[in-house]
């Protein structure tokens, strides 16, 4: 799911009837994803690993059904054995679960909404104070950040916003943003977003006579 020209031109277009009401700066992010998640596969390979070997703790005979199957022998298996199967069945289920984790659209599945909420925080705020924290002289900047692949969304302000507009007063934004996201029309999302944080900065800053426009009118893809 990418934007195009068009969803650029639109968005700056929005950007610019919103801050023509408003002293505030609105500043866009899209993301393509907020994090890489290796992490994620990472854990699920050891927990393939601690799970082979519970199943051999519970059930020690396979280890020893396992070598006859492979030596094709039915003397005595060696005393190391069983730790040998072990050893190469744990091999096995990291190397697996790491090669199937590997697919990104399967590694972002299995991993929790949590975390996936926590990274893209994480990622905006990273973003927020590059390109819109305290870069107006009214400390009135606010990011709109969205990440795609998670499907979430963030809206971060500035210290005088952030000071008299309550955070949960962004959600209608947020829900007309993640909706059209989740219809795959992200760029008509952007441009709801964007429309209403600007109605709600005109109500507490609105523009004054002498306004400069202080951030870039466009849209950032990081």
């Given at each position: 799911m990418r934007l195009g020209p068009e969803d650029h031109a639109r968005v700056s277009e929005a950007i610019r009837a919103a801050e023509a009401t408003t002293a505030g700066e609105i500043v866009p992010a899209v993301a393509q994803r907020s994090d890489a998640y290796h992490d994620a596969?990472?854990?699920?390979a050891v927990l393939a690993m601690l799970g082979v070997l519970a199943v051999l703790a519970a059930e020690p005979w396979l280890a020893t059904r396992l070598w006859e199957w492979v030596a094709g022998t039915w003397s005595a298996p060696p005393a190391g054995a069983p730790f040998v199967v072990a050893l190469v069945l744990v091999t096995l289920a990291f190397l697996v679960v790491r090669y199937l984790l590997a697919w990104t659209p399967l590694r972002l599945a299995l991993t929790p909404g949590a975390t996936k909420t926590r990274r893209v925080r994480r990622r905006a705020l990273a973003?927020?104070?590059?390109?819109a924290e305290r870069r107006t002289v009214g400390r009135t900047g606010v990011l709109i950040y969205l990440s795609l692949?998670?499907?979430?969304a963030e809206i971060i302000a500035?210290?005088?916003i952030?000071?008299?507009?309550?955070?949960?007063?962004w959600g209608a934004a947020m829900a007309s943003l993640l909706a059209d996201v989740r219809d795959g029309r992200p760029g008509d999302g952007l441009v709801a977003a964007i429309a209403q944080v600007g109605q709600v900065l005109a109500e507490h800053f609105p523009r004054q006579?002498?306004?400069?426009?202080?951030?870039p009118d466009r849209l950032v893809e990081p």
């Amino acid at each position: 799911m990418r934007l195009g020209p068009e969803d650029h031109a639109r968005v700056s277009e929005a950007i610019r009837a919103a801050e023509a009401t408003t002293a505030g700066e609105i500043v866009p992010a899209v993301a393509q994803r907020s994090d890489a998640y290796h992490d994620a596969a990472l854990q699920y390979a050891v927990l393939a690993m601690l799970g082979v070997l519970a199943v051999l703790a519970a059930e020690p005979w396979l280890a020893t059904r396992l070598w006859e199957w492979v030596a094709g022998t039915w003397s005595a298996p060696p005393a190391g054995a069983p730790f040998v199967v072990a050893l190469v069945l744990v091999t096995l289920a990291f190397l697996v679960v790491r090669y199937l984790l590997a697919w990104t659209p399967l590694r972002l599945a299995l991993t929790p909404g949590a975390t996936k909420t926590r990274r893209v925080r994480r990622r905006a705020l990273a973003l927020f104070r590059i390109g819109a924290e305290r870069r107006t002289v009214g400390r009135t900047g606010v990011l709109i950040y969205l990440s795609l692949a998670e499907r979430r969304a963030e809206i971060i302000a500035d210290a005088a916003i952030h000071d008299r507009v309550a955070p949960d007063v962004w959600g209608a934004a947020m829900a007309s943003l993640l909706a059209d996201v989740r219809d795959g029309r992200p760029g008509d999302g952007l441009v709801a977003a964007i429309a209403q944080v600007g109605q709600v900065l005109a109500e507490h800053f609105p523009r004054q006579a002498d306004d400069v426009n202080e951030l870039p009118d466009r849209l950032v893809e990081p």
